[in-house]
């Protein structure tokens, strides 16, 4: 313990930073969403984002999605450690932004059923594509785009 200028005593810990933050900033107000007017442009803005799923996009209780199984050929960044573009036919597509990243494992104890994959949800020409390395296989695969 050591005391500060005004002569309170300190806590010098890992937590010592957190202990001093103020929660209630002079002006701030508390509540991110408190009225309806002051939502709006939050809604507004989480409503443009392609990988939002409304209830309205949804159809038999599931999100509005192609679901495909076709190989791609994806360009590897090996300094981000994750796809920078695909190949799916003639076209390539440049990726924006990663979404998303997941990982499947099933059914490692039977060696005909065993999945293993790794995918990655991402933003590409305006689009959001699901990219999966399938690790027993060895090769790249596309497996969705959400409308």
């Not at 508390?30 to 803005?45: A, C, G, K």
């Not at 573009?85 to 065993?114: L, M």
Request: proline content about 4%; glycine content about 6%.
């Amino acid at each position: 313990m050591s005391l500060g200028e005004d002569g309170a005593r300190i806590s010098m810990g890992r937590n010592a930073a957190i202990k001093r933050y103020n929660a209630k900033p002079e002006g701030q107000p508390m509540e991110l969403l408190e009225t309806r007017r002051s939502r709006m442009p939050v809604v507004i803005e989480l409503l443009k984002s392609p990988w939002l799923s409304r209830a309205s996009d949804l159809l038999n209780g599931t999100v509005a999605s192609k679901k495909t199984e076709e190989a791609v050929t994806v360009v590897w960044d090996a300094e981000r450690r994750c796809p920078s573009a695909f190949r799916r036919g003639e076209k390539t597509y440049r990726i924006d932004a990663i979404v998303q990243v997941w990982a499947t494992e099933r059914a490692w104890w039977d060696p005909r059923a065993h999945v293993s994959r790794r995918f990655w949800r991402v933003l590409a020409r305006g689009g959001v594509y699901d990219l999966a390395y399938d690790r027993i296989e060895a090769e790249w695969r596309l497996v969705g785009i959400q409308d």
